[in-house]
């Protein structure tokens, strides 16, 4: 299966880092938006994206509230929604996971666990 | 026979009337201390005023220094990773140069074996077998490819580290909100005690986005326990989940 990401994230670090830990594991395809509603702009005019990789905390429409946009609209309601986030209190992932994200990584990550939870998520699909 | 019911209620407020001057008497001590009290406490008033003016302005210097140590690291740790690109760039063409260096090895060796069989000879044969020796391309391949393997380690362990840049940026986002709500604070109180203008203070207003989101409790932890507590608790909540979806089904 052919994958193009879409790599959700105010912080520039953070973008570069997500781009380069998905070469480091043999993904090329990506594009990138610095908040939720350039995200959802993107994913309405380009079919291809077939996977989001989102931060939570971002100016605007923050990552929770995209993936529940995103989960509301029947398009988007099996998408796979990786998100990536310093919030690591039960009761954020607990939402997140309420909000119907396929999966969720805890920073920092290694390039081995972003992998591994993208496999996770492709073989559920 | 109401002229003295008057005279007698006339006694009587003028009675009250005393009451009330022998009261002042005693409160006029009272008062004289108390305006004692407040001209010293005024000059130690506008003292704290004057102190919380001053901090209060040099506040948004603060903020910004903030904002320019992020601005400052986000530059820093965006080198670093152009860096990181080259060096990954640089890796994966060296792992095709290698493979190629193998194809050619192979092509090498049946070439070998071809001139082996048609020279059928032992002189030859053991040049060929000295050559052999010499090559040493299979330790070569295993050295050169497990440098490859810790170098790709190590790039990865920096992509680590970096990160702590977006961690300590949402850290100083959450100092500098905090630091806007004490001017704001200040701001309110120096309103409460001297109806001066601000003005000032407010055209060096912090620059907080509206709707800026950051975490305040963001934390950086190389602990695989972190990872491993958020995937205990999406696998119990699959867990959950796919059994409510099989009471639906």
């Keep these: 299966m052919s994958l193009k990401f879409l790599i959700v994230d105010d912080s520039v670090t953070m973008r570069r880092i997500v781009v380069n830990s998905l070469r480091n594991v043999g993904y090329t395809d990506f594009v990138e938006a610095v908040e939720g509603k350039e995200a959802i702009e993107k994913l309405v005019s380009d079919d291809k994206i077939n996977f989001v990789i989102t931060d939570w905390n971002m100016p605007g429409i923050s990552g929770l509230d995209l993936v529940k946009s995103l989960r509301s609209n029947a398009k988007f309601a099996n998408l796979p929604i990786l998100m990536v986030s310093t919030r690591g209190v039960k009761d954020d992932i607990i939402e997140a996971l309420q909000a119907k994200v396929s999966n969720y990584i805890v920073k920092p990550f290694t390039p081995h666990i972003l992998k591994e939870k993208i496999e996770q998520i492709l073989a559920t699909v | ?249």
Excluded: W
């Design chain 2, 1 to 249: 026979m109401s002229q003295p019911t008057n005279m007698a209620q006339l006694f009587e407020r003028l009675n009250d009337l005393k009451s009330v001057f022998k009261y002042g008497q005693k409160l006029i001590p009272i008062i004289q201390s108390l305006l004692d009290f407040m001209s010293e406490t005024v000059p130690l008033l506008e003292n704290i005023n004057s102190s919380i003016t001053e901090s209060t302005s040099k506040i948004p210097k603060a903020a910004n220094q903030i904002n320019n140590v992020t601005s400052a690291t986000e530059l820093a740790t965006t080198e670093i990773l152009d860096i990181i690109d080259i060096m990954l760039n640089d890796i994966i063409e060296i792992e095709k140069q290698l493979e190629n260096i193998c194809k050619i090895k192979d092509e090498k060796e049946k070439i070998i074996k071809q001139v082996k069989q048609l020279a059928k000879n032992k002189k030859v044969d053991k040049l060929l077998a000295d050559y052999e020796q010499l090559d040493d391309f299979n330790n070569r391949y295993t050295v050169i490819s497990e440098l490859i393997s810790k170098i790709k380690n190590n790039s990865n362990n920096i992509t680590l580290s970096l990160q702590v840049q977006d961690i300590t940026s949402q850290q100083l986002a959450a100092v500098n909100h905090l630091i806007n709500s004490v001017q704001e604070r200040l701001a309110s109180l120096i309103l409460n005690l001297e109806e001066t203008s601000i003005s000032d203070i407010d055209s060096n207003k912090i620059m907080v986005p509206k709707g800026s989101h950051f975490d305040p409790n963001a934390n950086y932890s190389k602990s695989d326990g972190r990872q491993d507590m958020v995937d205990s608790i999406v696998n119990n909540h699959k867990t959950s989940q796919d059994e409510i979806d099989k009471l639906f089904s």
